[in-house]
């Protein structure tokens, strides 16, 4: 599991992005990618680091 940290934009084309990415990281690499923005959007990185965490992984 990955935790994918973006800055995050009141521009809903940039959150759409993120999300792209999201999920291009999740096909390619074939591990679940979580997303945190880190201002403007939910899920907020705080609130995606504590799911990562409650799924057993960890942060480097």
């Known amino acids: 599991m990955i935790l ?3 800055h995050g ?3 809903r084309r940039a959150q759409a992005l993120a999300r ?3 999920k291009g990281l ?3 690499l074939g591990v679940e990618v979580l ?3 880190i ?3 939910s899920p907020t990185l ?3 680091t504590l799911e990562l ?3 057993g992984g960890g942060v480097v």
């Open 4 to 6: 994918l940290a973006a």
């Open 9 to 11: 934009s009141p521009d």
């Open 20 to 22: 792209g990415l999201r």
């Open 26 to 28: 999740e096909r390619v």
């Open 35 to 37: 997303l945190g923005f």
């Open 39 to 41: 201002e403007h959007q």
């Open 46 to 48: 705080l609130e995606s």
């Open 53 to 55: 965490g409650r799924r």
